[in-house]
């Protein structure tokens, strides 16, 4: 949903969209390098911002926390200029080029200074991606969820196939049952189980 939105905006609204795969796809490469970047810097969104003392920071990490504040100016000047959404979004993923370099100059290893800018810069790239639908912390927090079930189907449908294995009947219909009682059928084929969720 994200690559499509992010297509919709890719031009200010007057102009006219050349809807194509190549556009589509463009977007989509798009919010992946959004998203990679907002994954790193997850692990830094809690970091506590009434820590960050300037006079502390190194050049690199004053220069993220100026291109933070640039981001936002620019992105707010974009949106005024006539809601142009084509200009606030390059203006957004300029800013994410500039912490991609940080991060690698980093190595990945910030200072606790520069936890706290990119803790900065993790919080703002959220409200301006969040301006334009094109990015959804609760739709993140439900592709992990989905990550988990299938993961969690995956071992049980394992402890399943062993039982079958062992000829332990009682116990693949058991798992099989209880299943069915969440709503989760399992389909036995030749080449395995699926499962599926009935709502």
């Known amino acids: 949903p994200e690559a499509i939105r992010h297509f919709l905006i890719s031009a200010q609204y007057r102009h006219p969209l050349d809807y194509n795969t190549i556009s589509l796809k463009e977007s989509t490469s798009a919010i992946r390098r959004l998203n990679n970047c907002l994954d790193a ?11 960050l003392d300037e006079k502390a920071l ?15 100016d620019g992105f707010e000047m974009a949106m ?6 084509a200009e606030a979004i390059g203006v957004i993923f300029k800013f994410i080029g500039e912490v991609n370099q940080f991060l690698a ?5 910030p200072s606790e200074g520069g936890k706290v800018v990119l803790g900065k810069a993790y919080k703002h790239l ?7 639908g094109i990015y959804s912390e609760k739709r993140a927090s439900s592709d992990e969820n989905a990550v988990f079930i299938e993961q969690l189907m ?11 294995r062992r000829k ?3 116990t693949s219909d058991n798992i099989r049952d209880r299943l069915k009682q969440l709503h989760v ?10 499962w599926k969720r009935n709502t």
Request: hydrophobic share 35%.
């Open 168 to 170: 332990d009947w009682e």
């Open 58 to 72: 190194n050049e690199a990490e004053v220069a993220l926390l100026q291109s933070i504040d640039a981001m936002r």
């Open 41 to 51: 810097l997850t692990p830094y969104q809690t970091a506590n911002q009434r820590g």
């Open 105 to 109: 100059a980093a190595g990945n290893q």
């Open 185 to 194: 059928e399992l389909q036995d084929t030749r080449y395995g189980t699926t």
């Open 80 to 85: 005024d200029d006539d809601f142009n959404t």
């Open 126 to 132: 959220i409200d301006v991606c969040g301006v334009l």
């Open 154 to 164: 995956d071992l049980i449908l394992e402890v399943r196939q062993g039982a079958r």
